[in-house]
């Protein structure tokens, strides 16, 4: 397969909200598409986005625009051999090439990555932002969606009002929304263990990065002392995968395939994880159509059964395809070729 057009779309999309994330507000999302075409006529597409306080926004657009003009007359394998080590660009890359490969094998992504069984959707979590008063009614109305999980952010008020909060959640959807909470690492060693222990008799699924400055040490000594699972994702540069999963310090595993560097990257890792006794969850951070499709399909492909967080699109205000559907908790990418979606850049 030898690539005759690459081309650069850049992009801005705005949110319906605000949406908090781990060291930043976004009122919108910026990013660039990267399309490849062979010489057939087929397109494949890429999403490179990332977020502002990577602080590397700039430079990885630039060298994006940059490669587009290295890679017409190159064959696939010669474009996955290419120097790209900026992970959002590379996760670009390597969507854009394995979308137009599968497109030109006739199949889905996540067919063309070795999903066993695709049924053509993969299971979500609702996206409830973070905690406040109206977080039940949202709550409420993600349960009578067909999610049978929720996402929220904690950590953002003081502890005993949020163990309030909680359990007003839990009362309005009588236990049957399984509760992810994300703390983006909001706590002290004491006062995460007291919230965590204080939330055991909720319906809790897992507790993402609870620890301000975490150890290993300290990640395992809750984890084993809790009946759910402490997640990590931001923290893995910190500790590196070799460390991480050798210490075996956490039940679950959270990746964002752009920050991970790729499609390649993220199976290698997930496949470690799950090698390690570890459950890998997909995310992605209001992405684009083509970028939180390109997500699910990779998550269909290594942990089908996990529920993923992928249900973003509906924050956006605008986007650069007909975003796949959400209902009844599953993100349904279809039975499409590729990525199954054509970007209108």
């Known amino acids: 397969m030898r690539i005759v057009a690459a081309h650069v779309h850049p992009y801005a999309l705005p949110l319906k909200r605000p949406w908090l994330a781990a060291r930043a507000v976004l009122h919108e999302r910026r990013g660039t598409l990267l399309s490849l075409s062979g010489d057939d006529g087929v397109t494949g597409w890429g999403d490179c986005a990332p977020l502002p306080s990577a602080g590397n926004a700039a430079q990885t657009f630039a060298a994006l625009t940059a490669l587009a003009q290295e890679l017409p007359g190159l064959e696939h394998e010669a474009v996955l051999a290419l120097d790209a080590s900026l992970p959002e660009l590379r996760w ?58 929720a996402k929220i952010k904690v950590g953002v008020g003081r502890i005993d009002d949020e163990l309030v909060l909680l359990r007003e959640v839990n009362a309005a959807t009588t236990g049957r929304l399984r509760l992810r909470l994300d703390a983006n ?46 997640a990590v994702d931001e923290s893995l540069p910190q500790f590196g995968s070799d460390a991480l999963l050798a210490a075996n310090a956490v039940r679950r595993l959270v990746l964002k395939p752009a920050r991970i560097g790729g499609i390649v990257a993220t199976r290698t890792l997930a496949a470690r994880a799950q090698a390690a006794g570890m459950e890998v969850v997909l995310t992605s951070v209001v992405d684009s159509a083509v970028g939180v499709a390109a997500a699910a ?49």
């Open 92 to 149: 670009a890359l390597e969507t854009a090439l394995f979308d137009l490969a599968a497109r030109q094998r006739g199949v889905p992504l996540a067919v063309h990555l070795g999903a066993q069984s695709f049924t053509g959707n993969v299971p979500v979590n609702a996206a409830l932002g973070a905690l406040d008063a109206q977080t039940a009614q949202r709550a409420v109305a993600a349960l009578a969606q067909g999610y049978a999980s």
């Open 185 to 230: 690492r909001a706590w002290g060693e004491s006062d995460a263990r007291r919230f965590l222990t204080a939330i055991t008799s909720l319906p809790i699924d897992a507790v993402e990065e609870p620890l301000a400055q975490p150890t290993l040490s300290q990640l395992r000594a809750l984890q084993q002392a809790l009946p759910y699972a402490i």
């Open 297 to 345: 399909h990779l998550a269909a492909a290594v942990a089908p059964d996990l529920v993923h967080g992928l249900a973003t699109l509906d924050w956006l205000a605008a986007d650069v395809a007909p975003a796949p559907l959400l209902r009844e908790g599953r993100l349904w990418l279809g039975a499409a070729p590729g990525l199954g979606l054509s970007p209108t850049p």
